[in-house]
């Protein structure tokens, strides 16, 4: 589902001095980054979290679902300080999380269709949504599949197109990169890099080597303090196909 935000140009995600708390934890503190475009080379950013609970907590801000604790942050053009700035870029963003589980019986071509019609789209098809997404990341074979048969990865993968069905501006992956064989790993961080082709991605998870195949910057963080930026450049960009 795509807006109007798309063509102003600016940074999908801007922070500026932000703060996130979880409980009694600060998550970030006093952080500043930003998300290009998918035009501008860097497909993704990748932040390296090691507790559960304090990724969810990044996610749920990033997508509207909460407010930072202090700071400015922009996602999408929307001021996420404000109550209407979060319920606008709510619609736009899709979250794909680890810790989602389907509903017992639901097969991989329901779980998607599911989410098309959850999106609310009424003048899209949402079967015909699902087809294509599922088609884009190599899953049709799998799509009548039940989800808790299906192999970790193709689940990880099916998360993944239910939170892209929609077409959103801003995708939020949470941990599905996260304890796969290193086979899955990049298998996942695959269909994550032809996502990033067109939308804009930030993903979290544990392991920063594992972010840093399917993200063109990876941000890890000591006491909720951004301590390292590491930027994947040169011959290892042009090894996963993106941009010097």
Same mark, same amino acid.
């Given at each position: 589902?795509?807006?109007?935000? !798309?063509?102003?140009?600016?940074?999908?995600?801007?922070?500026?001095?932000? !703060?996130?708390?979880?409980?009694?934890?600060?998550?970030? +503190?006093?952080? &500043?980054?930003?998300?290009?475009?998918?035009?501008?080379?860097?497909?993704?950013?990748?932040?390296?979290?090691?507790?559960?609970?304090?990724?969810?907590?990044?996610?749920?801000?990033?997508?509207?679902?909460?407010?930072?604790?202090?700071?400015?942050?922009?996602?999408?053009?929307?001021?996420?300080?404000?109550?209407?700035?979060?319920?606008?870029?709510?619609?736009?963003?899709?979250?794909?999380?680890?810790?989602?589980?389907?509903?017992?019986?639901?097969?991989?071509?329901?779980?998607?269709?599911?989410?098309?019609?959850?999106?609310?789209?009424?003048?899209?098809?949402?079967?015909?949504?699902?087809?294509?997404?599922?088609?884009?990341?190599?899953?049709?074979?799998?799509?009548?599949?039940?989800?808790?048969?299906?192999?970790?990865?193709?689940?990880?993968?099916?998360?993944?197109?239910?939170?892209?069905?929609?077409?959103?501006?801003?995708?939020?992956?949470?941990?599905?990169?996260?304890?796969?064989?290193? +086979?899955?790993?990049?298998?996942?961080?695959? &269909?994550?890099?032809?996502?990033?082709?067109?939308?804009?991605?930030?993903?979290?998870?544990?392991?920063?080597?594992?972010?840093?195949?399917?993200? !063109?910057?990876?941000?890890?963080?000591?006491?909720?303090?951004?301590?390292?930026?590491?930027?994947?450049?040169?011959?290892?960009?042009?090894?996963? !196909?993106?941009?010097?």
């Amino acid at each position: 589902m795509r807006s109007s935000y !798309g063509t102003t140009g600016m940074a999908p995600v801007l922070a500026a001095g932000v !703060g996130i708390r979880h409980g009694w934890t600060w998550v970030l +503190r006093a952080a &500043s980054f930003r998300l290009e475009v998918p035009e501008a080379g860097r497909p993704a950013i990748g932040i390296a979290i090691t507790r559960e609970a304090a990724r969810a907590a990044v996610v749920d801000v990033l997508g509207g679902l909460a407010r930072p604790a202090y700071g400015e942050l922009r996602v999408l053009g929307q001021d996420l300080t404000t109550a209407q700035g979060r319920a606008a870029v709510r619609r736009y963003v899709g979250i794909a999380r680890l810790s989602a589980r389907p509903q017992p019986g639901r097969r991989v071509r329901g779980l998607v269709s599911h989410a098309a019609r959850v999106a609310n789209l009424p003048d899209r098809d949402c079967e015909v949504l699902a087809a294509a997404i599922l088609d884009r990341l190599a899953l049709t074979p799998w799509a009548d599949v039940p989800v808790r048969a299906a192999p970790t990865v193709i689940v990880r993968r099916a998360k993944l197109a239910a939170a892209a069905v929609h077409e959103p501006e801003l995708l939020l992956i949470d941990g599905l990169l996260d304890g796969l064989c290193p +086979r899955d790993t990049e298998n996942v961080a695959a &269909s994550v890099r032809d996502l990033g082709r067109d939308t804009a991605i930030v993903a979290t998870g544990r392991d920063s080597a594992a972010l840093a195949l399917a993200c !063109g910057e990876v941000l890890t963080l000591a006491d909720g303090i951004i301590v390292r930026n590491l930027a994947i450049r040169g011959p290892a960009r042009a090894a996963l !196909g993106w941009p010097r």
